[in-house]
C-alpha cells in the first residue's frame, strides 16, 4: 500500500516521515517549490526533534520523496493524508480554503478509487465538503463521483515529541461513515496502522463527525486543564498557598492525573488557541454557547500578561531606561514554533512602554524575529530596542529584570551567583515555576513565580520606590496587590 501526503508542514512531514519509517512507500506533495527543493537536499523546514533523522534515513532507503507534481502524488497513493493548515478565520472559526483546495486537486486528478484521510484539524462536517468538492470535480470531467471515500483520522502530536507521539500513539483515533466504501476503507486504515495494534488495539474506531469532534474535545479539555491551575496558581498567591504543593496534591488523585497542570504564564502555539477558538465558533453557528471553552480563553490571555503586570507594579508603568533580559521565546520548549506564543505578547508590551528587552532562545531565534517583524510592521523602530542575544548569561549583562517564559532545559541549573553579578537588580519573574523560591531568597535573588509562595521572598527596591516592600501577590484578576 503506498500513501500520498498532501501538505509539507509540521504534521504532514511527521506523518509522511514515520510512515516511511514503518516501510511504507510515501510521497509528500506541496506547492512550495523552495520548500521542496530544501526537502530534497536535506533540509528540514520546522524544528522538531528526530525528524530530520527520520526523514533522511528513509530518503536514502528511498522510501519517501518530495515532489510539487499533483498528477504523479495523487496517481502514487493508495491513501492521500490532506496535512495543510486550517488558521483561523477573523472570527475565530477554521479557514478551509486549503483542505477544500486540495479537494478539488484530487478531483482534478483522480483516475481510481483512493482513500482520502483528513488528517488536519478540521471542524466538523469538513468531510463532507471535501467528500462534496471532489464529487464536483469528478462530475466535471463526466466521470463517476464514487471514486473514493472520506475518512477522517486526526493527528494527536505534541511538539517537540511529535515522533515518539506518532510511532508510541495512546490512541488512534479513525473516524468511517457506513457507506459503499465502509469495510474497504476500514480493511484500508487497519492495514495502515496494523503496527502499533499487534500487542493490544489501540485504534479507536468511530463515525467521522465524531473524529472531528474528538480532535477538538481532546485540545479543548488539555487547554482548560491549564487555565484552571493558572487560576489556583493566582489565587495561591493572595492567599499565600503553593500551587506546586497543590498540584502534587491533586494530581495523586488517579480520576485527575499529573498531566497539564502545571501553572505559567499562558498556553500557546498552533493547537490550544486555533482549536479552542474554532470550536467555540462551531458551537455558535449551532446556536450553542461553550461557556466553559470560552472562559478558558479569556483566561489564558489575561494570563500573558501576568509577568508584565507584576514587573509594572515593581517599576511603575513607564520603562524607559530599564532592560529586560527574556529567556525562552517560542511557545514551548523542543520547538521553534512562535504561534500564539507568550512570548509575543510580553515584547509588544515591555517595547511599548519604552523598556530595552535582550532575549535569548536556543533554537526560535530566526522565526522569532520573523514573527516580530510582523508583529511591529507599523512600527519597526520599537524593534530597535530589542536585541537577540546567542547566549543566555548574555541577555542579563546589566538587566533591571529575567522574565522566564519557555522551560528550556538549559534554563533549569543556571548559574544563580553569576546571575546576581551580572544583572543590575537581580530581580527573577519566573514564567513557568522552574527555581525553588526559599532557595533564591537565601541567595539574596528578588523572585516570584506563579502561585509559588511569593510571601517567602524578598523583593529589592527600584528607583522611584518610596519604600521596601516585603512581599507582593498577585490576585486573581491579574492585578497585583501588596501584603
Known sequence: MKVTVIGSGYVGLVTG??????????????????????????????????????????RADGRIRFTTDACEA??????????????????????LGHVLAVAALIGRHLKGFKLVVNKSTVPVGTADKVRATISHE?????????????????EFLKEGAAIDDFMRPDRIVVGVDQGPHYARSQRMMGDLYASFNRHHSRTVWMDVKSAELTKYAANA???????????????????????????????????????FLYAGCGYGGSCFPKDTQALVSTAKAYGQNMSVVHATEQVNARQKLILVDRLLQRMGQDLTGRKIALWGLAFKPNTDDMREATSRVVIRQLLARGARVSAYDPVAGSEAMKALRHDFAGDLNALERFELVSHEMQALESADALMVLTEWKNFHNPDFVAMKTLMRKPFILDGRNLYNPEALSELGLAYQGVGRRNDLVQFLTFENEQETVPSLRASASGVAVHA
Open 221 to 259: 479539555m488539555l487547554a482548560t486543564r491549564i487555565s484552571f491551575m493558572n487560576e489556583i496558581a493566582n489565587l495561591a498567591d493572595v492567599l499565600g498557598a503553593d500551587v506546586d504543593h497543590i498540584r502534587r496534591g491533586i494530581g495523586a488523585d488517579t480520576r485527575i492525573g499529573h498531566s
Open 138 to 154: 469528478l462530475m466535471s470531467r463526466g466521470m463517476m463521483p464514487d471514486l473514493f471515500d472520506v475518512i477522517s483520522n486526526p
Open 17 to 58: 516521515a514515520c510512515l516511511s519509517d514503518l516501510g511504507f512507500k510515501v510521497v509528500c506533495l506541496d506547492k512550495d517549490e523552495e520548500k521542496i527543493r530544501a526537502l530534497h537536499e536535506g533540509q528540514v523546514p520546522i524544528f522538531e526533534p528526530g525528524l530530520k533523522e527520520v526523514l533522511s534515513r528513509n
Open 74 to 95: 495523487i496517481e502514487h497513493g493508495d491513501i492521500l493524508f490532506i496535512a495543510v493548515g486550517t488558521p483561523p478565520s477573523e472570527d475565530g472559526s477554521a479557514d
